[in-house]
């Protein structure tokens, strides 16, 4: 408890750098400019440069999946033209 103004001025100043602590604590902050940004920048050029390479994309691949599994129930022993 301040006994005057000067230490009420410095009990409130403690209390904001304590405030400032505890919510730097509790609420990380994330440094866009330091060394994890240089090694998101890397993973990101890696990441355009392999996909870039793609010159051919096949959209089978759920036909793949669905017929194995269409199998494995047994619907390919039902003589319909439907399955």
Known sequence: M???QDELGV?????????SKEQERRHLCLNLFGEKRSE???ELL???QMLSCITNIS????????????DNVGFNRI?????
């Open 59 to 70: 959209i089978n691949g759920a036909d793949l999946i669905l017929d194995r599994v269409f």
């Open 2 to 4: 301040a006994q005057n």
């Open 11 to 19: 009990l409130l100043s403690k209390g904001r750098e304590w405030i």
């Open 40 to 42: 998101c920048e890397s």
């Open 46 to 48: 890696d990441a355009e």
């Open 79 to 83: 003589e319909d033209v439907v399955f």
